[in-house]
């Protein structure tokens, strides 16, 4: 995982993260980069010229472009920028994109850090810099999503803003780099854990303050690298707590990696149990409901777990 003054990553893990799962060659050691199985991507436009599909990535602060593509689009450097890791921090080239367009809305004079094409898996990642503006809609099994502006800025229009409901969905708070931290988690009876929602990463993984409050328990194989964008890398461990809750949803005894990510103290979270959602996690829901301009997360109707 890599935060960029933000954060995306490329996990690796022995268990199985979002398109192709890598099959291990090595027994704790397995590259986990994005799960091109379950990440959804999106057409943009960038200084006007369409034909580019980017990756939507929730886990990012800031948008991210492959070194080729901004060498082919002959975009103009800038200043480089710390990039925070799973164990440490780097300074990463970036570069100028006058205009991006995305959902009906433009960008201007985003400032874009860089990373080779075979390490992303993609031409570029949309990160919480232009997603933030949006509120998505996700079947993440199918690879679908829906989005519309969302935010003060926005007129309150639709069914969806002026139909009575009962069941509110839960609110969050946005973390530094604009991700929504819910608390609305529950493990094997323990409460307070802050968790985000990361559609870039295949993988859940929570810190070792949550495998302790829960009595989760570890599986008993070999440890698990977890690799950075930018190379690093740490071991994790591979486990499961017995039951899983999120919005209300009980989804029984689940399999998780613990590890104390440098993700985590970017965020303010390892204070206390904390929780990544991956891919893993969310394709057990029908329907996820990211918005950022209201600050909620909604998890809708459950499925049952892939073979």
């Known amino acids: 995982m890599t935060l960029a003054r933000d954060r995306r990553w490329v996990l690796a893990s022995a268990a199985g993260l979002a398109s192709v799962p890598m099959l291990p060659q090595d027994p704790g050691d397995a590259r ?48 480089p920028l710390l990039v925070h890791g799973i164990t440490s921090a780097q300074m990463t080239p970036t570069v100028r994109v006058e205009r991006l367009a995305f959902g009906g809305r433009r960008f201007r004079d985003l400032l874009c850090p860089v990373f080779p094409r075979e390490a992303l898996a993609t031409e570029g990642l949309l990160g919480l810099d232009v ?52 608390t609305a988690v529950r493990a094997d009876g323990a409460v307070g854990i802050s968790a985000f929602v990361d559609t870039g990463a295949q993988y859940s993984i929570g810190n070792l303050a949550l495998l302790g409050a829960t009595g989760g328990r570890a599986d008993g194989l070999p440890p698990v690298r977890v690799y950075g964008v930018t190379g690093q890398s740490r071991l994790a461990v591979a486990g499961r707590v017995g039951r899983l809750e999120m919005g209300g949803r009980d989804l029984g005894d689940t399999p998780l990696l613990f590890a104390d990510l440098h993700a985590f103290d970017v965020l303010g979270l390892n204070r206390g149990p904390a929780l990544l959602v991956g891919a893993d996690l969310l394709q057990r829901f029908r329907t996820v409901v990211l918005d950022f301009g209201s600050g909620s997360l909604a998890l809708r109707g459950i499925l049952p777990p892939l073979e």
Do not use: C, K, W, Y
């Not at 959804?40 to 602060?61: E, I, K, W, Y």
């Not at 998505?136 to 002026?162: E, H, I, K, M, Y």
């Open 32 to 79: 986990l980069l994005t799960n091109l199985l379950t990440r959804m991507s999106a057409p943009v436009a960038l200084n006007g010229r369409r034909g580019h599909a980017f990756v939507l990535d929730t886990g990012a602060g800031r948008t991210a472009l492959s070194i080729e593509l901004a060498r082919d689009l002959g975009l103009a450097e800038g200043p």
């Open 131 to 182: 997603l933030s503006g949006f509120r998505l809609t996700l079947q993440v099994r199918s690879r679908r999503v829906s989005l519309r502006a969302s935010g003060s800025d926005v007129a309150p229009s639709g069914p969806a803003f002026t139909t009575a409901t009962r069941m509110r969905p839960p609110r969050a708070r946005l973390g530094p780099f604009g991700q929504l931290i819910t």
